[in-house]
């Protein structure tokens, strides 16, 4: 009962609007971000509009045109104009190449513009194959086997485990993983440790401190209520974060599911127990740290050494994995515990449960350390006083 | 039995001797005054006593138990009011009361609206209150649980005339009630008024002890700003 109000009044102090707008607008950047990526993406599926001028009816240009039409389309709003002229079919006959003219018209200078530019790009390349396979095909020569002289089949082996999949396929599945949770998983340790620091800076700011310590309740539970109130806030608030950034990478289109690699439900059981005691480990280190805490600005000066501990695992294990690191980095990257979730998912979707195991014992092992060290700092005359000694 | 009882009491802060060792008793249901100028060590006692700081030498007991060990239990019995204490500015005056009740076993929230006498604002945000209304909806906090001891540290601090004498009759009804008083103020005038004993602090020793009218007497004073006066001459 006593824990829950201070739960509660943990919540009540901390999930204000000041701390839920910015992640609320944060959000709404990223899902923005998102659509108009899917946007891009979308017009990238379209054909684009072109006007195809033809001054030859020879049959090599009537079929080019043909091809040409095939990849795109005319519209009021056209891309590029293309020229074919009088002599394309001559050449060819002649044994000589043809030549277009391309006459490009830029709407503007922004990335927006170069999905259809590509796509136009494309419709030439195919319809210079098809022609090229028409001129073969005339000679009697077999079009596709010069274009496609040799077929092959792959596998790719990671972990000693064969799949039947291409390196990019895997590299793109994994990719997925490790970009956007480590990403969550910081905000969520960075947003919650400040809150907590924060929390720390304006009890001693707002005099409610001393109150709180004389009221009939045990240390160890303040130090909870603290944590699990954080915890609660920073949960909300990395769901929030979590919302828009699901929708923002979903709009890459990238971590086609594969064969081999998938989740069980001990998986989901380890990731979150690894999650949980990676947050209880951040946030009691926040208490220590928020001890020291003279207000709130000095709170906020305190929260930094914890969010760059946060942010350079999230960095590191974004584009390299744990395995292909060297020792040094690989050690930085095992003491600090906000990593053992970021890389979880791929350690577990490779089945490498040892270094799960480790990694929980060990943030655990941190977390007890932590709240030991805060429930005793609760206990001296640090948080009034300022010092420790009698 | 005595309220408290504290013997050679004894803090430092470092290499600063905040309190050089005092002995005083208070007895149940006495209002006594610790007196003096500002950092003289007075909130520095309080908070030993409060269990929020460690001693560093000496013993202090508070209905039997014993400051520095059995803490748990002290924090049970008492009630303390800091001089500079806030409340949580996101809270209501009412749902901050009942936020505090939650760790008392006997506690009267309709009784500590009643000490707070803040009217229809009781239901506002705290953020918006006054100084002297934070204040008195913090004196009722601290009277709400019927604490065995109230160690109040400047109570009527912040509080203008009218405020302060309610505060000041609150304290008396309450100790007549049972309720055991150990209050500090710098405001010598005040004590004369509230206490039946006060201690004269000065530069971390108490100087002088009894109640306001005999220490007048014996050091022929109008009032107990001249006893200390006479007394740190």
Redesign the interface.
Known sequence: ??LA?LI??EV??LL?PATILPAIFMMLIFAGMGNMIGGMEKKAMQKPNVEIISYDNGSYANFYVNVLEKYCEEGKKNIATIIIPQNFSYSIEKGGAAEIKIKWFLEGTGISSSPSISNLRHAITMANKELASKILEEKNMNSSLIFSPVHYTEKSVIKNKEINAPPEKIISFFSSQSMSVPIVIMIMIVTSGGIVISSMGMEKE???L??L??????RSHIVTGKIVGASVVGVVIASLYMLGLRYYISSFGIGEKIEGFNLSGIDYALLSISLFLSLLAGLSLCIVIGSFARNYKSAQVLSLPVSILAIVPMFLLMFQDFFSMDLPLKILIFIIPFSHPMMAPSLLLLKEYSWIIYGIAYTALFSSICILIATWIFK??LL??G?I?? | MQAVVVENLKKNYGKIKAVKGISFNVKKGEIFGLIGPNGVGKTTVLRVLATIIKKSDGKAKIFGYEVGKDDEAIRKIISYLPEEAGAYKNMRGIDYLKFMSNFFQKSDVDKAIEIANLGERIYDKIESYSKGMTRRLLVARALMAMPKLAILDEPTSGLDVVNANEIRNIIKEYAAMGTTFLISSHNMLEVEYLCHRIALMNNGIIVEEGEPEKLMEKYDAKNIEEVFLKVIK
């Open positions: 009962m006593r109000a509660f009044k009540r102090e204000t707002n005099k409610t001393e109150t310590l004389t009221l009939p309740i045990k001296t005359d009034i006083t010092r000694r009698k």
